[in-house]
């Protein structure tokens, strides 16, 4: 447990994607494995992700792997999207999982992928494997899965904590901004969130204006669907 809560400990103090990286590679070194895959892609909009990848795959891979369109036919990414416990690719009894192995790697592999799941619809897979398909590879893959589920939650952490220190400064919308908006989501009308808030129409469609114009949204429902996906307004637990 020591060792676990000494891993957490350096990856609360990461600060880029290069540090996760080689915190990453000095995990699965530790673990006995040989490959991982991480991505999650994080809502901008409803057609829009700002996607986080970092792997250390054979050279190449990402290309095979989009020219022959391997995701739309992938099981386990499929499995990830609906999922949230882990799974072992021998659990998947597929072809198609075989196929992608040969295509990426040219050799045989074992691994798992953990699906990863973030709030405001946050998504993503960490995936270990090693270089054999023996007893003793999964072995060594069981106890892998043990240790990652534990560091995942911290892992998760350090990347958003780092993607936010990457961005541009977070729109800021001020606390009647996000009132109007927070109303608007409940299908109140300008009218409507005047009464609620004690204020004139106009001044409430002042409001939105405003929040929409930082929000570079065309309109006030864009606005709404932007902010709620980025998380400048959330439901009240």
């Known amino acids: 447990m020591q060792k676990h809560n000494e891993l957490i400990d350096q990856l609360q103090q990461v600060k880029n994607d290069q540090q996760i990286k080689d915190f ?20 901008l909009s409803i057609i829009k992700s700002d996607i986080f990848t970092i792997d250390n ?31 072992f690719w021998d ?13 990426l790697f040219s050799a045989p592999q074992a691994g798992f992928t953990v699906p990863l799941h973030g709030s405001m619809g946050a998504f993503g897979m960490f995936s270990l494997s090693t270089s054999s398909e023996d007893d003793t590879s999964k072995k060594v893959l069981s106890h892998a899965l043990t240790v990652t589920q534990l560091i995942i939650p911290a892992l998760q952490d350090a990347i958003i904590r780092v993607r936010k220190s990457q961005k541009k400064q977070k729109v800021q919308l001020t ?15 300008a009218w ?14 002042f409001h939105l204006k405003n929040a929409t114009v930082k929000l570079n949204c065309a309109n006030r429902y864009q606005a709404i669907g932007k902010a709620i996906i980025t998380g400048v307004i959330s439901p009240k637990l």
């Open 24 to 43: 990453i590679i000095n995990f699965i070194d530790i673990l006995g494995l040989d490959y991982f895959l991480l991505g999650i892609s994080f809502p």
């Open 175 to 189: 606390t009647r901004e996000i009132e109007c908006l927070t109303w608007a989501t409940e299908g109140k009308s």
């Open 57 to 87: 795959y054979p050279e190449g891979w990402q290309k095979i792997y989009e020219e022959q369109q391997l995701i739309q036919t992938d099981p386990v990414v499929n499995y990830c999207a609906k999922n949230h416990s882990p799974i």
């Open 91 to 103: 659990q998947v009894d597929s072809e198609q999982v075989k196929i992608i192995k040969e295509a």
């Open 192 to 205: 409507e969130i005047s009464k609620i808030l004690g204020c004139s129409e106009r001044t409430i469609t």
